[in-house]
């Protein structure tokens, strides 16, 4: 007896048990309507079952994001309050997850949520392993803590992105694996860095690569900015598109080289011709709505396509509220107004990697100027597209 024949022998007897047993584009049809947790689980039940679910899960290449702000009453952060619940939603099969979250809440070591009063903090190491159980085997997490997020809700790509200088919140990006993008994660301090790194990582001779995404932090300890021209040195001399910021901490992945407190940078390298990026630099002189409006418009030269898109903002921390004159949530809703269907994440730190870059194929970045990729009072407002 077969193993489909088994299964709906199990069932009461009905038709409906027969076409679940047998009739592969009814039970594939189904199942795109299952979240991708479930879907694993299913998968075990037959063979039937099985291969339907795998075709399903190569169609759910869609990036979706988890997204979180406070105060949670829970004692935890509120984005990891609700992760787990809403990791069993999503429809795609995550291979790297970009989370962000405010330092008010965390901490390098792991999660920690400092109370209102200031008094109190409970550090809880274990919280950042239950992140990494939280995601598939093999999936790759980086976390990084910024003194202000910036996020778009979780649910509709057209919701209004919002920027939180203060107060608890956080996101977490999950990027499927598609074919002709390829995201490597990478992790260098002091001990680590080295032009055999660099190449390992993918991050010099590698004519496939688009974009890097990089944040440093502890930068302000002795030696930090010579430790981040290693860094900037060889990826201004590429055409890759860099952008990225001075951060509080990182939660994860763990340290293991050096010590606590230490410098060093995390960051992804996105290669592959499906990947295409763009940025745009919101100097010091853009201190309206109306400015910055028109330069986040300039994003438009490059063309990009809107499926499969996502906006990162990475601004100063005296930027913001205070640098438009007490108005809210300027450049965040400059960005909507001009992509109002892309969703858009970043962090408020403490000094901004990036440039104008308006992509094409004779462009090369910076005429390889390390110091105009390094700011400070400015906005790096990019796009990055896959696929």
């Not at 047998?22 to 299952?34: D, M, Q, S």
């Not at 057209?158 to 598609?178: I, L, R």
């Not at 001779?205 to 010579?226: H, M, P, Q, W």
Request: hydrophobic share 40%; net charge neutral; charged share 20%.
């Amino acid at each position: 007896m077969c193993e489909n024949q088994e299964f709906v022998d199990c069932l009461p007897d009905s038709k409906a048990a027969y076409v679940l047993g047998n009739v592969a584009e009814v039970v594939e049809r189904i199942l795109t309507f299952v979240p991708t947790k479930s879907l694993l689980r299913i998968a075990s039940v037959c063979r039937l079952w099985r291969n339907c679910a795998r075709r399903v899960l190569r169609t759910q290449q869609h990036l979706t994001w988890v997204s979180a702000c406070g105060p949670s009453t829970t004692g935890v952060h509120a984005l990891y309050n609700i992760l787990p619940e809403e990791v069993e939603k999503v429809f795609l099969l995550p291979k790297t997850v970009l989370a962000m979250v405010d330092c008010d809440a965390f901490n390098g070591e792991g999660y920690c949520y400092r109370q209102s009063n200031g008094k109190r903090s409970r550090h809880s190491p274990d919280n950042v392993e239950e992140l990494n159980l939280l995601f598939p085997k093999g999936c790759d997490i980086m976390g990084i803590a910024a003194p202000g997020i910036v996020l778009t809700p979780s649910g509709s790509y057209s919701n209004p992105p919002q920027e939180y200088q203060d107060g608890e919140a956080g996101f977490a990006v999950m990027f499927p694996s598609t074919e002709g993008v390829h995201i490597k994660p990478f992790h260098f301090c002091k001990k680590t860095i080295s032009p055999t790194a660099l190449k390992e990582a993918g991050l010099v001779d590698n004519t496939e690569l688009r974009v890097v995404l990089l944040f440093v932090y502890e930068a302000y300890k002795s030696g930090g900015a010579r430790f981040l021209n290693q860094i900037l040195e060889p990826l201004a001399k590429s055409k890759a598109l860099i952008a990225g910021g001075l951060v509080e901490s990182v939660f994860t992945p763990p340290r293991t080289c050096c010590s606590q407190g230490a410098y060093g940078v995390v960051g992804l390298a996105l290669s592959g011709p499906k990947v295409q990026g763009t940025s745009v630099l919101l100097d010091q002189d853009i201190s309206s709505a109306k400015a910055a409006e028109a330069t986040i418009r300039r994003l438009k030269a490059a063309k990009i396509p809107e499926k499969n898109t996502l906006g990162f903002m990475f601004a100063c921390v005296g930027r913001g509220q205070n640098y438009y004159n007490n108005q809210a949530n300027v450049e965040a809703d400059a960005f909507h107004k001009v992509f109002p269907n892309t969703p858009l994440f970043g962090l408020f730190g403490n000094g901004e990697i990036g440039c104008d870059r308006i992509v094409k194929d004779d462009y090369t970045l910076c005429d390889t100027d390390t110091d105009s990729l390094q700011h400070e009072y400015t906005t790096v407002m990019t796009l990055v597209h896959l696929g």
